[in-house]
């Protein structure tokens, strides 16, 4: 079992910036494969970015390659998610997700609850 946190969520004009975190418990977090996802209000949940269990790979959506950068801290088991060039819309809930599977495969475990992220226009 893994528990994940978001938290970092807010409110940012747009072209602004922001990192929102994933602080990770209850097992090895070096294991799982970390991944972003986000949910917009009337949308479906879709897949930002992950990355892979050493850090050394890393997969992004079309939309936000190039401004988003995921990545991790296996020594504070903290995964990050910087967002820059924040367009109004990037703005959705936040989730990570932890996942035994490879570094595209989308399948994940395990879910956290969430992290808004607003921009502004």
């Known amino acids: 079992q893994v528990q994940l946190v978001e938290s970092g969520g807010g409110l940012v004009q747009a072209g602004g910036s922001l990192r929102v975190s994933c602080a990770a418990s209850?097992?090895?977090?070096?294991?799982?494969?970390m991944g972003w996802f986000r949910q917009a209000p009337g949308k479906e949940r879709e897949f930002v970015a992950a990355?892979?269990?050493?850090?050394?790979?890393?997969y992004y959506a079309d939309s936000v390659k190039g401004r988003f950068t995921v990545d991790r801290d296996n020594a504070k088991h903290i995964a990050y998610l910087r967002m820059n060039s924040l367009k109004p819309e990037d703005a959705a809930v936040y989730y990570c997700a932890a996942g035994g599977g490879a570094l595209t495969s989308m399948k994940y475990d395990y879910w956290g609850q969430g992290t808004q992220v607003t921009v502004s226009s």
């Open positions: 209850g097992s090895t977090f070096i294991n799982y494969v």
């Open positions: 990355v892979s269990r050493r850090g050394e790979s890393t």
